[in-house]
Each structure stands twice: as C-alpha cells, then as structure tokens.
C-alpha cells in the first residue's frame, strides 16, 4: 500500500512530511543507524488538507526539524511508509505524539489528529459511470 499514489487521498493525513536521513546525516545528530528518521521539508498550508498543516505547526512542527519517532514508532522504512502507516492507523480526535529534534534539543509534541475528508471517485464499466463518496474517520 504505501507505494501506492492512492495513499495521498486517504485521510487522516499527517500534514507533514521531507526527506528520510540517510547514516551519515543520523551519525552527524546521534540518531542510532537502525532508527528511522526524517528532516521536515514541508508542513501542509495549501489545498483542501491545510487544516493538516495547520495541527502540525500548532503542535510545534516545523520545517527542519528532524523527526525521530512517532507514537514511539521509529521502525519505519522510507516517508512512504510512514504516510501510510498513518493514514491507515491513526484516528481523527485523537493525539499523536511527536518526537523531534531541533537543533540539538529534543522534544515530545503532541499533535491532534485532523478528522478525515470526503473523497469523490469516478468509476467507469462496461460504459457505465459511477460517483461515489468515501469518507475515511
């Protein structure tokens, strides 16, 4: 699944998202070769998901910071992966805790996850078309 463009639609979305660190960037932070980690390029302020974004910075995300786990996950293997897991496990209402590293402090945020989004998807078979709405909690 996380390989799959689809994933981007599928609420809740994190609001968030960059670049994984590769060992010598982890070596050069402190960050043990076998976690996971992520430089934040990016916090959502645009189109129908900006409301994503806009929990992220609230709880403190910003771009550079450096992701190191999430709801104590550090297991993750590319931003592929991470996205969907997120899209697929955490729900609306609730929080998520955040792990990064600024500089070189150290923080636990806490982020409300956003409620899902309608979808709209087009289908056609055999000549026939079909809408439906999707909405994903």
């Known amino acids: ?6 994933k981007w639609r599928l609420s809740p979305a994190p609001g968030f998202g960059g670049r994984d660190l590769d060992e010598k960037a982890k070596q050069r932070h402190g960050i043990p070769e076998e976690d996971y980690a992520f430089r934040v390029g990016y916090v959502v302020t645009w189109g129908e998901r900006a409301h994503t974004g806009r929990a992220a910075h609230k709880a403190g995300i910003r771009k550079g910071d450096i992701v190191l786990s ?3 996950r550090k297991d ?3 931003q592929e992966h991470f996205h ?4 697929l496990t955490q729900k609306a209402g609730t929080d998520c805790k955040i792990e990064i590293l600024r500089g070189k402090e150290r923080k636990t945020l806490t982020m409300k996850v956003q ?3 309608n979808v709209y998807c087009t289908t056609e078979m055999s000549g026939i078309h079909t809408t439906c709405q999707v ?3």
């Open 135 to 137: 909405t994903w909690s």
């Open 115 to 117: 409620p899902s989004t």
């Open 1 to 6: 699944f996380a390989w799959r463009p689809s």
């Open 84 to 87: 969907a897991w997120f899209r």
């Open 76 to 78: 993750f293997l590319s």
């Open 70 to 72: 999430v709801d104590g």
